[in-house]
Nanobody, 124 residues
Framework: QEQLVESGGGLVQAGGSLRLSCAASGRLFSNYFMSWFRQAPGKEREFVATVTKGIGRNTDYADSVKGRFTISRDNAKNTVYLQMNSLRPEDTAVYYC????????????????WGQGTQVTVSS
């Protein structure tokens, strides 16, 4: 079974924090790099963060979230996390976990597996 399930979204005031989780199948987690995307109303889905599957655990972030968000993965739990700090109203979006194998990592067309999304709402 190949499935991604996000959780952890909710309503938070500006400046607050949330941690999103994405539980994946073992096969996906072992063979794919994992990323987070988000989509706000009226906007296209955009790249947020990525972490590779290798031992290096390399990460990259969109400029809009650098210094505020941290992506990590727990291979034992087949789970990827997105720790979001200093949240801003413009971070409001549906956040999606995705698994992919091809470049470029920042394009949603590079991903074959997606979660259902979890809503993050940041109030001003």
């Amino acid at each position: 079974q190949e499935q991604l399930v996000e959780s952890g979204g909710g309503l938070v005031q500006a400046g607050g924090s949330l941690r999103l989780s994405c539980a994946a199948s073992g096969r996906l987690f072992s063979n794919y790099f994992m990323s987070w995307f988000r989509q706000a109303p009226g906007k296209e889905r955009e790249f947020v963060a990525t972490v590779t599957k290798g031992i290096g655990r390399n990460t990259d972030y969109a400029d809009s979230v650098k210094g505020r968000f941290t992506i990590s993965r727990d291979n034992a739990k087949n789970t990827v996390y997105l720790q979001m700090n200093s949240l801003r109203p413009e971070d409001t979006a549906v956040y999606y976990c995705a698994a992919g194998q091809r470049a470029p990592y920042y394009s949603d067309t590079s991903y074959g597996y997606w979660g259902q999304g979890t809503q993050v709402t940041v109030s001003s």
